[in-house]
T-cell receptor, first 112, second 115 residues
Framework: GQQLNQSPQSMFIQEGEDVSMNCTSS?????WLWYKQDPGEGPVLLIA?????ELTSNGRLTAQFGITRKDSFLNISASIPSDVGIYFC????????????FGQGTRLTINP | NAGVTQTPKFQVLKTGQSMTLQCAQD?????MYWYRQDPGMGLRLIYY???????DKGEVPNGYNVSRLNKREFSLRLESAAPSQTSVYFC??????????????FGSGTRLTVV
């Protein structure tokens, strides 16, 4: 089945730094989604991408749908303590009733 | 507040005990899902329900059963709990099956420990 590889698995940064993470797939996706999970809560949708090359922002967050349709990137600028959590990518393939597939998550820790 | 409500939030079971995790959504969504989250493995789909009256297996269905009681409620049952089922369980819902456009809305999770 389809798999997503999300990297890095964890990040330890200083407050104010920029953050980059990405997801890659072995197959083509027609939708990429980025979720954030706060400690003790469920994932919440941050950004959705629907077209190859699309670049979408949500405040300090920017995500891109890769041109090859096999990858996506999430950047966070000027990190703040409330950015702490686990970030998941999710994607949906192009054929038939494809399930939404989730990456393994990137755990972000911020040192004040 | 509109959303997905899961109960209980925490549970400790002894090996062999049974329990049911409850999930309800008030967004009039058609599809509902149960995931488990384990460290380093992301979210794995246990069972899903495309619409009221239908259920299907996901990636890791063994040891679980589900019931789509009505459009709002989708429960997950562990008949004989095992330590390997220690995990955080999330219920989610979406307008359409495997909705890619708007994604899923998740509950806040049930943290289950089997000893």
């Amino acid at each position: 089945g389809q798999q997503l590889n999300q990297s890095p698995q964890s990040m330890f940064i200083q407050e104010g730094e920029d953050v980059s993470m990405n997801c890659t797939s072995s197959s083509i996706f027609n939708t990429w989604l980025w979720y954030k999970q706060d400690p003790g809560e469920g994932p919440v949708l941050l950004i959705a991408l629907y077209k190859a090359g699309e670049l979408t922002s949500n405040g300090r967050l920017t995500a891109q749908f890769g041109i090859t349709r096999k990858d996506s990137f999430l950047n966070i600028s000027a990190s703040i303590p409330s950015d702490v959590g686990i970030y998941f990518c999710a994607g949906r393939g192009i054929q038939g009733a494809q399930k939404l597939v989730f990456g393994q998550g990137t755990r972000l820790t911020i040192n004040p | 507040n509109a959303g997905v409500t899961q109960t209980p939030k925490f549970q400790v079971l002894k090996t062999g005990q049974s329990m049911t995790l409850q999930c309800a959504q008030d967004m009039n969504h058609n599809s509902m899902y149960w995931y488990r989250q384990d460290p380093g493995m992301g979210l794995r789909l246990i069972y899903y329900s495309a619409s009221e009256g239908t259920t299907d297996k996901g990636e890791v269905p063994n040891g679980y059963n589900v019931s789509r009681l009505n459009k709002r409620e989708f429960s997950l049952r562990l008949e004989s709990a095992a330590p390997s089922q220690t995990s955080v369980y999330f219920c989610a819902s979406s307008e359409g099956l495997f909705e890619g456009y708007y994604g899923y809305t998740f509950g806040s999770g049930t943290r289950l420990t089997v000893v």
